[in-house]
């Protein structure tokens, strides 16, 4: 919820500059939210070529798993709130 929280303020945010410096924004919010959907969606084409090309078959079931929750922004592993996941970067 929290990333949700900071995704959405962080929009507003852009959208009050944009406003203060009377600037349009780059796409009508439709168009760039359905790009941002292909991009999701693009990105999945490779793990299922990948499976493709190693003769693995790809199943509604396989789909569901590992494509749909990406797509989403659903499910994935719980993090536990006393082991917070820090990224480092080198």
């Not at 990105?43 to 003769?55: D, F, H, N, S, Y």
Request: with cysteine.
């Amino acid at each position: 919820m929290k990333l949700y929280v900071i995704s959405i303020s962080a929009g507003v945010l852009v959208g009050i500059i944009y406003g203060l410096l009377n600037v349009r924004s780059p796409a009508p919010p439709a168009i760039a939210l359905l790009g941002l959907l292909g991009m999701l969606i693009g990105e999945q084409i490779v793990p299922l070529a990948t499976r493709l090309m190693k003769g693995e078959p790809i199943t509604t079931a396989w789909f569901a798993k590992e494509c749909v929750p990406k797509i989403t922004g659903t499910g994935g592993p719980p993090v536990p709130p006393d082991k917070p996941v820090v990224k480092t970067i080198e």
